[in-house]
């Protein structure tokens, strides 16, 4: 089916959404009135570094089925289409008031709720034998980060 995407494709974006994301922090710690709060924003891009890593690795340790591209890209164009997908889906650019450290929590939040619904419903897109199962591992990711940032919000 054309419309599949592969485990590889979706590690690649899971990437590029975590970039995203450490970028968003850095520029956040740049910006935050307190300065207090800027170890704490660097910590999460710190966060996003090491999880982009993860990604990494586990890319590293595909099969060679679960590698396979699922479309005639003759044009090499497919790694620009899956940053865009993922540039416009998770940690794009918004109007987030980077001066409050509790407004960067909440924007963190909904980009992180927004990867997981981007990862569920791109999960139905990768056949079983591309490595569906192994998007639950890139969901439990992201649901990790929520939890760290909610309680990062409530004791504030």
Known sequence: ???????????????????????????????????????????????????????????AELTEDERKSTVYDPEDEMPLYLQALADTRVFYEKTVDTTSIKEILKEAITAEKDSIVFYLGMKELVPKRLGQGKMDIIIKEEMSHIRLLAGKLTAL
Do not use: C, P, W
């Not at 520029?27 to 090491?50: C, F, I, P, R, T």
């Open 1 to 59: 089916m054309a419309n599949d995407f592969n485990i590889n494709e979706i590690l690649e974006m899971a990437e590029q959404i975590e970039r995203n994301g450490a970028k968003f922090y850095r520029g956040a710690a740049k910006n935050v009135k307190d300065k207090s709060h800027n170890g704490l924003l660097l910590e999460l891009a710190e966060m996003e570094d090491q999880h982009e890593k993860t990604f990494a690795a586990l890319r």
